[in-house]
């Protein structure tokens, strides 16, 4: 949010968090998980002051300044909230399932060749 230190940082890191109130979504979510993970790989447990069902509601905590919103840039930002990126960022596992017969099938080729030109593998 704006005012934040971290506002107009053009990323953070893992560490940075440390100590940092977090707004986020709950234990229900992978998100959450890899989150707890990444800052264990760090050597501390962040601090979630939020946890939430619903994606939206971190934004408006964040907007009411409570934390820091721990989300994937899949929503938009409502101004004045930005992203910022997390460096170290966390995992994701993608799976694709497909019968046998149709893995060389071209419009499953095209979902995994459009997918990936927008991951860094």
């Known amino acids: 949010y704006e005012g934040h230190p971290f ?4 990323s953070i890191t893992i560490e940075d968090l440390k100590g940092q109130p977090l707004v986020g979504l709950n234990e229900h979510f992978s998100l ?13 447990t962040p601090q979630f002051v939020v946890k939430t ?4 509601l971190i934004y408006h905590f964040c907007q009411e ?10 929503h ?3 101004p004045p909230l930005r992203y910022v990126p997390i460096t170290e960022g ?16 071209s419009l499953f080729q095209e979902i995994i060749a459009a997918l ?6």
Not at 116 to 121: A, C, E, I, K, R
């Open 7 to 10: 506002y107009d940082r053009p």
């Open 32 to 44: 959450f998980h890899s989150i707890v993970r990444r800052c264990a790989d760090f050597g501390f």
């Open 53 to 56: 069902m619903e994606s939206r």
């Open 65 to 74: 300044r409570v934390g820091i919103g721990i989300d994937v840039n899949i």
């Open 76 to 78: 938009a930002a409502p």
């Open 90 to 105: 966390t995992p994701w596992r993608i799976f694709f399932v497909c019968k046998k017969e149709k893995r060389d099938d």
């Open 116 to 121: 990936t030109s927008h991951l860094q593998l």
